[in-house]
T-cell receptor
Framework: AQRVTQPEKLLSVFKGAPVELKCNYS??????LFWYVQYSRQRLQLLLRHISRESIKGFTADLNKGETSFHLKKPFAQEEDSAMYYC??????????????FGKGTKLTVNP | DAGVIQSPRHEVTEMGQEVTLRCKPI?????LFWYRQTMMRGLELLIY????????DSGMPEDRFSAKMPNASFSTLKIQPSEPRDSAVYFC???????????????FGPGTRLTVL
């Protein structure tokens, strides 16, 4: 079964410091990985996906199949990055059902 | 486009009462998802529909929960009878479907915060 683990419930950094939000997954097939973000009083929204290999708002994430990880990184955190971040995985389960499995989320706080 | 619309935004009810949550997906989207968010369990998929047909309801916690999608523009999630442990934020999301793509971005509604006393 698919599983996504975000080991940190809370992460606090200072503005300008590097930030890394960890995500590990468990899946026997070839997954698609995503990061979703929820800013205060806003809807949950897609931040980036691994197949796009793009940088969004300065964030990047590399899929490491050997370590089964998809950590989210930003070299210089900004206060507006404060939000709840969810790592998610998509891939057919044993029943062939395609769905998105989310981690429990990491709340990032960037202090001034 | 107003995006995914959910109602009500907040619901407070007493244990044993029936609760109905509503969702209007983005026009043209073929897939609709219901999620539940709690501090303990994070974001859990309850059920999802493709073209109004339930595809996977393995996340529905028990028979007290039911979901319907009578047409492409409306879905309901019903809890009867409600219990305090059902207190959570319930999200609806929709996505377009494109043949040949495994996954399409999900667009989330603002959520319904349910409190069962």
């Amino acid at each position: 079964a698919q599983r996504v683990t975000q080991p940190e419930k809370l992460l606090s950094v200072f503005k300008g410091a590097p930030v890394e939000l960890k995500c590990n997954y468990s899946y026997s097939g070839s997954p698609e990985l995503f990061w979703y973000v929820q800013y205060s009083r806003q809807r949950l929204q897609l931040l980036l996906r691994h197949i796009s290999r793009e940088s969004i708002k300065g964030f990047t994430a590399d899929l490491n199949k050997g370590e089964t990880s998809f950590h989210l990184k930003k070299p210089f955190a900004q206060e507006e990055d404060s939000a709840m971040y969810y790592c998610a995985l998509s891939g057919p389960d044993e029943g062939g059902s395609e769905k998105l499995v989310f981690g429990k989320g990491t709340k990032l706080t960037v202090n001034p | 486009d107003a995006g995914v619309i959910q109602s009500p935004r907040h619901e407070v009810t007493e244990m044993g009462q029936e609760v109905t949550l509503r969702c209007k997906p983005i026009s043209g989207h073929n897939s609709l998802f219901w999620y539940r968010q709690t501090m303990m369990r994070g974001l859990e998929l309850l059920i999802y529909f493709n073209n109004n047909v339930p595809i996977d309801d393995s996340g529905m916690p028990e028979d007290r929960f039911s979901a319907k999608m009578p047409n492409a523009s409306f879905s309901t999630l019903k809890i009867q009878p409600s219990e305090p442990r059902d207190s959570a934020v319930y999200f609806c999301a929709s996505s377009p479907f494109s043949s040949g793509r495994r996954y399409n971005e999900q667009f989330f509604g603002p959520g319904t915060r349910l409190t069962v006393l």
